[in-house]
């Protein structure tokens, strides 16, 4: 896994260095996961303004099929896993060890072995955050759903949407065998689970 | 040869959340909404709309994009369509979105209340609400025709509404 920093806001590079960590965890145990077929890499940790957060995230009108955890509490966010449907089928088939779903419906044990990516991918990333923060961070279980990923998006930007009308978003894409994949992290954590990230990488420094 | 005729082809204009677009024919304004809310507002002789890409229902007195709020975006629509020549009285306006969209666990269901907001706003204002599409559980996209006043809902997986 490798990272570049490109921000020059330096409250930004610091939470990139956080991020960067927590998706080594992550690029870890979805290595593992997948017999070391994937791996991750973290794209950017970015502040947008709100009006611009869809449309600058690539995710317009695409339906998607995504993994959405919360992290419930003030000190929280949320985490969503993208896939266009041809990615997800092929992850699921090469986890299931089966050939691609041809079934435009998927069936319960194809939802299972994606819902669980997004649990694995999501306690490897919750694990780093608490371990910096010291403070538990309690996810729900994994959702599955299916729909635009802008109103997706939008669901989870909410709680940021209350305090400002900036929005920070960190997002992560997936790579096999060197390839880019059209995966996507996007966690959006809370502006007090921000703060907390900030306040603890200040004491670390 | 025969002369060809340029015929313009409508854009669709993207309304970003908290974003006020306003539109004459042949333009059609489009957003995609979770727990947001659509509003469209139409004054059918001018032929003349806009719309509204509304986050939160309540701004409580904070400064922010006036679109951003459903008490702040109506009357700033209002404004800026009466600027252009339509009366508040010749309105009529067309609602959706307002997903609960993690389901009724979720972490946060601020559709509904976004659907309140904005339809107190505009009783406040008579306006009529011609027809409106809210809540469930999926995201919407929705194209609004400047030309015809139509607002077209689509959701994932079902048929496309015309309201």
């Not at chain 1, 939470?15 to 080594?24: C, G, I, N, P, V």
């Amino acid at each position: 896994m490798t990272s570049t920093c490109v921000t020059e806001d330096p409250k930004l590079a610091v939470l990139h260095q956080l991020f960067a960590s927590a998706t080594h965890d992550a690029s870890a145990a979805m290595c593992q996961w997948t017999d070391g077929l994937i791996t991750l890499t973290l794209d950017e940790v970015r502040e947008l303004p709100l009006a611009e957060a869809t449309h600058e995230l690539d995710l317009g009108d695409q339906l998607l099929t995504m993994v959405v955890l919360s992290l419930e509490g003030d000190i929280g966010g949320e985490m969503i896993l993208t896939f266009d449907e041809e990615n997800g089928r092929q992850l699921v088939a090469s986890l299931l060890g089966r050939p691609v779903g041809s079934d435009p419906e998927w069936s319960d044990l194809e939802k299972s072995a994606l819902t669980e990516t997004g649990n694995i991918l999501g306690c490897a990333y919750m694990n780093a955050i608490t371990r910096l923060i010291n403070h538990e961070l309690v996810p729900t279980a994994p959702y599955f759903i299916q729909d635009y990923g802008a109103s997706v998006l939008q669901q989870a930007l909410m709680v940021q949407a209350m305090t400002s009308d900036h929005v920070l978003v960190c997002r992560t894409g997936f790579h096999r065998a060197g390839e880019e994949l059209n995966w996507r992290v996007l966690f959006v954590p809370t502006a007090a689970l921000r703060e907390a990230m900030e306040r603890a990488l200040h004491r670390r420094a | 040869m025969a002369a060809l005729t340029a015929i313009a082809v409508p854009q669709t204009v993207s309304v970003g959340m908290g974003q006020i677009t306003v539109g004459g024919p042949p333009t059609r304004l489009g957003a995609v909404l979770g727990s947001c809310l659509g509003v469209a507002l139409y004054h059918r002789r001018l032929r003349l709309g806009a719309l509204s890409h509304v986050v939160l229902p309540d701004s409580s007195g904070r400064e922010a994009p006036p679109g951003k709020f459903a008490d702040t975006a109506i009357p700033h629509m209002v404004e800026i369509l009466s600027r252009q020549g339509a009366s508040t009285g010749g309105l009529v306006a067309k609602i959706a979105g307002g997903a609960c969209m993690f389901g009724a666990t979720g972490p946060m269901q601020i559709g509904l209340a976004n659907a309140e907001a904005v339809r107190r706003e505009l009783k406040t204002l008579r306006i009529p609400i011609l027809a409106e599409d809210i809540g469930g559980t999926k995201g919407r996209r929705i194209i609004f025709d400047c030309e015809s006043g139509t607002l077209t809902v689509e959701i994932a997986g079902c048929r496309p509404k015309v309201l």
